[in-house]
């Protein structure tokens, strides 16, 4: 299974759609901790939803999901850029046993940062008692006035997710239509968006329509960090308080949450950030 991200159109009506396949890049994010199966799950769900929701938006830049809540999923981040490299990581609550793992109850928050502004663009909804997926429609329905479905699963090798959303410039008379193609995506299993062709899950779920779909786009795996931005990090402590930590240590050690690269700077690197 290739790592992909493919829409579709629905010909005769304004409706369109997306489905999105994770695995090399989605193991590739897993094996940098240690995540229970109950977080991997919901780590993938999120991932999935992150591509399928970039796909959405005419954008260059990237799109960055992040929940917080009060459950032992204290916390967890997923980011995609519109060339669908994808990232994203999970805090929780190793005292509790995975079974009792929960998302609880906080926020979720959708921001978008174009390429070369420093404008941003974000929205936020709540989670209480509802998936991820009718987050993000809620999140569709009150900041774009989309009606949106999304549908998105994850094991501890495959995550994966389709989306329906009505454009724009569909007609109301269009809304019995929208109803029936969501309700045979209802009928979609994760053992199906997992393993099964694109061209044969749209046959089985829409063999009576007229479904135009574009060319698959590859999804990766591509951490951010950078030698450059970690030494930033170093900087943006000031000189002086990374000498006080230099004559404790002998280097300064900064990771990456997200691919858990570690860099090390030593005296002779401060006084070159510092000094020039």
């Known amino acids: 299974m290739q790592d992909t991200i493919q829409k579709f159109l629905f010909e005769h009506y304004g409706i369109r759609g997306e489905i999105v396949k994770l695995h090399t890049s989605y193991l590739s994010i897993l094996e940098r901790h240690p995540y229970p199966l109950q977080v991997q799950q919901y780590l993938g769900q999120l991932l999935a939803s992150s591509a399928l929701l970039s796909g959405t938006i005419k954008y260059e830049g990237s799109l960055i999901i992040q929940t917080s809540t009060d459950g032992s999923l204290q916390q967890m981040v997923a980011q995609c850029d ?14 509790v046993a995975q079974e009792n793992l929960s ?10 940062l174009p390429k070369n502004s420093k404008d941003r663009y974000q929205g ?11 987050a993000f429609e809620t999140y569709f329905e009150q ?14 090798q495959y995550a994966a997710g389709l989306l329906l959303q009505k454009m724009p410039e569909s ?37 009576e329509e007229d479904v135009r779909m574009f060319d ?26 990374a000498l006080d930590l230099l004559s404790t240590h002998k280097v300064i050690a900064v990771s990456c949450e997200f691919c858990n690269r570690h860099y090390e700077f030593d005296k002779v690197d401060v006084e070159r950030m510092f000094r020039g």
């Open 82 to 95: 519109n060339n669908y490299h994808i990232r994203g990581l999970a805090h929780w609550d190793d005292g």
């Open 103 to 112: 998302l609880g109850t906080g926020h979720l928050a959708i921001t978008i």
């Open 124 to 134: 936020i909804v709540s989670l209480e008692k509802q998936s991820l997926s009718q």
């Open 143 to 156: 900041s774009e006035q989309l009606l949106t479905r999304l549908w998105v699963f994850a094991n501890e």
């Open 171 to 207: 007609s109301p008379q269009e809304y019995p239509m929208w109803e029936n193609l969501t309700v045979l995506a209802d009928t979609i299993k994760a053992d199906e968006l997992f393993l099964l062709d694109n061209h044969e899950i749209i046959h089985r779920l829409y063999h």
């Open 216 to 241: 698959a786009h590859p999804v990766s795996f591509q951490c951010g960090c950078s030698l450059a931005k970690m030494e930033q990090a170093v900087a943006n402590l000031g000189y002086e308080d």
